[in-house]
């Protein structure tokens, strides 16, 4: 045993980049990517504050136009289910803190309730968006 | 034996700041939940409206209340969370450096451009 060779072709280590994302990998890298995206959305925010406050209303005028482009509505709706596919992640994530709801298949119903629920609070919202402006 | 004298380490952990990230992370996020869904719905009720409508809405005291408690959170709390990102994926000593500094400057400078609009529209009334 102790002459076993060392450089006998045996297997090599695994292929670790090769397998299955689990579900909960996936959706931690979306809380991440929502998180980051929310964080440079906040300056939209403060856009809209600043043009709501402004004296000049060709400020508002111009975020109005922004908003009412197609790319600013991709931006908006973008935006919505971000916000809402991070909140439900947070409230996943509060719900893990007290330890309930961590093995296998309570985590991956979580992890498609926020999917589904996200994608069904952004429709909602913009039903009722385009509902009260037209 | 060369030992850490336990006062200086008690409740501190490798970090050297305890649970206060985590702490602070949590109390926000909870603070978030209705402070966003009471966004939303302000937001979702002033989309197409005209900008003096928007304005004396956005100036009234509990819309005002609402904007400056999420202001507060939201910049709280995403501080922290690109904090962690920073710290997991830059590497390089400076750059992270760099990069706090500047994540810590931007939500302050986010925080106060959207107090000083929310301050300016509730005292022109």
Known sequence: ?134 | MMRTPLARVRYFGSAHAGTGHYWLQRVTAIANLPLVIAFIVILVSLIGRPQAEVAVTLGSPFVAAVMLLLTLSITVHMRLGMQVIIEDYIHHKGLRLIALVANTFFAIAIATLAVIAIADLMFRA
Do not use: E, Q
């Open chain 1, 1 to 134: 045993m102790s002459s076993a060779d060392l450089k006998a072709n045996r297997p090599l280590s695994p292929h670790i980049w090769i397998y299955r994302w689990p579900l909960t990998m996936v959706m931690s890298i979306a809380h991440r990517i929502t998180g980051a995206g929310l964080y440079v959305g906040t300056a939209l925010l403060v856009w809209w504050l600043w043009a709501a406050a402004s004296s000049d209303p060709r400020d508002y005028d111009s975020l109005r136009a922004f908003f009412g482009s197609w790319f600013g509505l991709v931006i908006l709706f973008g935006y919505t289910w971000a916000l809402l596919h991070h909140m439900l992640g947070g409230v996943r994530h509060l719900i893990w803190d007290t330890g309930a709801l961590l093995t296998k298949t309570p985590r991956n119903f979580l992890a498609i309730a926020t999917v589904v629920g996200s994608a069904t609070l952004t429709i909602v919202i913009w039903v009722v968006v385009l509902a009260v402006r037209s």
